[in-house]
Structure formats: C-alpha cells, structure tokens
C-alpha cells in the first residue's frame, strides 16, 4: 500500500530493506490474510487468481503500527500480501481512519449558544 505523506515518517529508514526482506522470505507469494483469505497464494506480477488483476506484493504491519517493524529475522508483525490480502485485513481500521478524519473535518454546533454568544 502506498504511504501517505502524514505517516512516512512513522516508518523506519530503512523500510524499503525491511519490506524487500519480509517479500523476499514468502518467495514472493501471499501469504494469506489472518481471518480472512488465509490460504491466498498470490504470485507477484502474476494475475490474481481470484481477481485477474495483476499482483503487487505488499507488505501489511499487523498490528497497524508503521513503527513496529521487528528486528531481521523476526519480523512476525509483518506478512507479504497481495493488494485483495492487505485491503481486507486493513478494512476496519481504513474505516476508523475516515470516521475520524471526517468528525475532525465536520463543523461544530454549538448546542448550548445563545444570541448573546453567537457571533456573526
């Protein structure tokens, strides 16, 4: 997935080595999201088996904390998965990132003004 400008400095520097690694390990192969597709084995650059559209091996933070990257060798908080994977596992917390975006973004109203409060 790609990394919103907001959060790239969460990730580590050397995120690209990291993600190359973790890639790397699952021989370029999904390796299936928890609870959801669990035996998806998607193939990089190849189409989807179940979508047709071309895979793209990401690399999804399980815990949905960019900083929480593991140390080489244990990296078990990351897991490769094709785009279908990675949007699935991500959904509920996609969804409470727009929730929260929008209360953030929506006008206040003030239930308690009264005329002498209210300014024009």
Not at 6 to 16: G, I, L, M, Q, V
Not at 102 to 109: F, L, N, S, V
């Amino acid at each position: 997935m790609p990394i919103s400008a907001e959060n790239r400095a969460r990730y580590p520097k050397d995120w690209k080595a990291i993600s190359l690694e973790v890639r790397e390990a699952a021989g370029w192969v999904c390796e299936g999201s928890p609870g959801f597709y669990e035996d998806c084995r998607a193939e990089n650059g190849k189409p989807h088996p179940v979508t047709g559209s071309r895979v793209v091996l990401t690399v999804a933070h399980l815990d949905h904390v960019p900083e929480n990257c593991g140390e080489p060798g244990n990296r078990s908080n990351l897991r490769a998965m094709c785009q279908r994977c990675h949007l699935t596992y991500d959904a509920k917390h996609h969804a409470r990132n727009a929730a929260a975006t929008r209360r953030r973004k929506a006008p206040q109203i003030d239930l308690f003004a009264t005329p002498e409060t209210v300014t024009a």
